[in-house]
């Protein structure tokens, strides 16, 4: 039996260093392989590489008449292919030459299967910013089918999917801010009576790190696109409260100050507690770069800490700016083992970061009120 294959790449800049290697990957014999290269940037300039390859060996072309967007230009790709199945490629992405095979092999002991999830690997950490990243997961999250068979979800830059299982189903055009793949896959998953996608390890990519600087924007859209998908089923069976993290408290104390001067509370306790929030929030996660990241750098603690307040920073503004106050706490469980998760759940490190807050909170009274 022949098999076919779409390979859906969106791009704005048409890298051309990117994207040769992607287009001429080696092609598996007994498979139909079929390229959807969609720039959604209708002033590109295109390469007079890809020009040549346009038209060539199922290669095709699309330009966008305007900018849509990250979803639809993948919509575009998914839609304008009739593959039997769906790679989905981020154009900055390096595949390792096998990848195709691999790929293939899976589909041939799996045909039954919702979609292959592979590995996209980032560099060693080169710095401060690039450790703090491996620390929080940032850059590891997409090489779980290194340790798990079976997942609900994973970032697009390298997952294959089974169309037949897809249906009509598509990205959401209004989710721009990097949840759009999480949302998609496990309503996928969902819809196919909780299918997981099977992991397949040996299909490799490998990701650039991101440029200086936009590691802080990205977590930032992550956290208010994490709030965002939260709203949508089938994701909100899967929220949860929990307690509050360092934003959301430091907020609910600013906002107690009104009350307090009100009702001729002293305000010295409202300092105590932010102080002991922020401070157990850093010794925290200065534990958590020694345990996890064997690194006693207090930069790179500090790049933590930054990282992971500004995507929590991104979920806060998601129900701020819309005014929807029972969202404060409301956290996704990402596992979607199990609908409607306990609320307030322990883990080591709200353990260890609520001990210090509570020592911080005696010290700050031992040394001021005696």
């Known amino acids: 039996m022949t098999y076919s294959i779409d390979i859906v790449i969106p791009s704005f800049r048409l890298d051309e260093q990117c994207l040769l290697p992607l287009l001429n990957l080696p092609r598996p014999d ?25 038209g060539q060996n199922n290669i095709h072309l699309l330009i966008n008449n305007q900018n849509l967007g990250y979803s639809c230009t993948r919509n575009r790709g998914i839609d304008t292919g009739k593959g039997d199945w769906i790679l989905l490629l981020d154009d900055d992405v390096n595949p390792e030459p096998d990848l195709l095979y691999v790929y293939a092999q899976h589909i041939l002991n799996q045909p039954n299967a919702i979609g292959f999830i592979g590995v996209t690997n980032f560099p060693e950490p080169i710095d401060a910013e690039t450790k703090s990243l491996e ?4 850059s590891t999250h997409c090489q779980r089918a290194k340790q798990e068979s079976e997942m609900f979800w994973s970032g697009g830059a390298n997952v294959m999917l089974n169309r037949k299982k897809l249906g009509s189903r598509r990205f959401l055009p209004e989710l721009m801010k990097s949840t759009e793949d999480m949302e998609l896959l496990f309503r996928n998953a969902f819809e196919n009576k909780l299918q997981p996608y099977l992991a397949a390890p040996k299909a490799v990519v490998h990701h650039p790190w991101w440029k200086k600087g936009l590691s802080t924007i990205r977590l930032f859209l992550y956290g208010e696109g994490a709030g965002e998908a939260a709203r949508l089923y089938p994701i909100s069976l899967y929220t949860h409260y929990d307690f509050t993290n360092t934003l959301e408290t430091l907020l609910l104390l600013v906002i107690s100050i009104l009350p307090a001067l009100i009702f ?9 507690l932010a102080i002991a929030e922020i401070v157990s929030e850093f010794l925290t996660n200065y534990y958590r770069t020694i345990k996890e990241g064997h690194s006693y750098n207090i930069n790179v603690a500090c790049q933590v800490v930054w990282y992971k307040n500004a995507q929590e920073a991104g979920r806060l503004w998601s129900w701020l700016r819309l005014g929807r106050f029972q969202e404060i706490a409301q956290r996704t469980d990402g596992s979607f083992r199990k609908p409607h ?5 322990f883990n080591r490190w709200k353990i260890i970061k609520l001990v210090i807050y509570i020592l911080i909170i005696a010290l700050l009274y031992i040394v001021i009120e005696f």
């Open 30 to 54: 007994g498979f139909d392989i079929s390229y959807y290269l969609v720039a959604d940037n209708p002033a590109v300039q295109v390469p007079i590489s890809i020009q040549k390859l346009n």
């Open 135 to 138: 620390i929080l997961g940032v």
């Open 264 to 272: 001729g509370w002293p305000l010295k306790f409202i300092l105590w």
């Open 341 to 345: 998760p306990q609320n307030f759940r």
